[in-house]
């Protein structure tokens, strides 16, 4: 079975400085995973996607992520904060059989001038 | 119409109810889904359809409903509304089921059962 945990509910960092959303898989094949970032009182939105190319994922607005089969992590990053990226982020593992996403319980990013 | 539309934005509804969440998209995706988000829990997979005409259960489907007409189409209807169906709904698509596949969210349903 698939399951996701992130690992802190809430990171809170200052404008500038680098941005670490931790994320631990568990899947009994090799696994899709995903990133996805909800602002306040809108859809998700895919940051990036890992699907057994490069292991180090470069998203949109600066975020990466580096597949780690041995940790079994797949970290979220960036190196400067922007306050626009205050928002909630999931971390995500394709299921198996149908194209079932199975979701972490999110971290919410909170960003400080 | 761009991506996915749900209607409506919100709304309260009293215990026992009957509701329909609509979603309709416009990207031609043989799949969609309809989840719940709740706190602390992420968001759980209610139903899903691989294509028009067929329709699964998900993670949490009892007291859900769904249809699939036709592709574009995919609402959720909820028979007789209890206050544990409280909760932003969102429904998804994706060009197939593949796990390889990215889905394309709406902007969610946010209701209240009283």
């Known amino acids: 079975a698939q399951s996701v945990t992130q690992l802190d509910s809430h990171v809170s960092v200052s404008e500038g400085t680098p941005v670490l959303l931790r994320c631990n898989y568990s899947s009994s094949y090799s696994p899709s995973l995903f990133w996805y970032v909800q602002h306040p009182n809108k859809g998700l939105q895919l940051l990036l996607k890992y699907t057994s190319a490069a292991t180090l994922v470069k998203g949109i607005n600066g975020f990466e992520a580096e597949f780690k089969k041995s940790e079994t992590s797949f970290h979220l990053t960036k190196p400067s904060a922007h306050m626009s990226d205050a928002a909630e982020y999931f971390c995500v593992v394709s299921g198996a059989g149908y194209n079932k996403l199975i979701f972490g319980a999110g971290t919410r990013l909170a960003v400080h001038p | 119409i761009a991506g996915i539309t749900q209607a409506p934005t919100s709304q309260i509804l009293a215990a026992g109810r009957r509701m329909t969440l609509r979603c309709t998209q416009d990207m031609r995706h043989n799949a969609m889904y309809w989840y719940r988000q709740d706190l602390g829990l992420g968001l759980r997979l209610i139903h899903y359809s691989n294509t028009a005409g067929t329709t699964g259960k998900g993670e949490v489907p009892d007291g859900y409903s769904v249809s699939r007409a036709n592709t574009d189409d995919f609402p959720l209807t909820l028979a007789s509304a209890v206050p544990s169906q409280t909760s932003v709904y969102f429904c998804?698509?994706?060009?197939?089921?593949?796990?390889?596949?990215?889905?394309?969210f709406g902007p969610g349903t946010r209701l209240t059962v009283l």
């Open positions: 998804a698509s994706s060009v197939s089921t593949s796990g390889l596949n990215e889905q394309f």
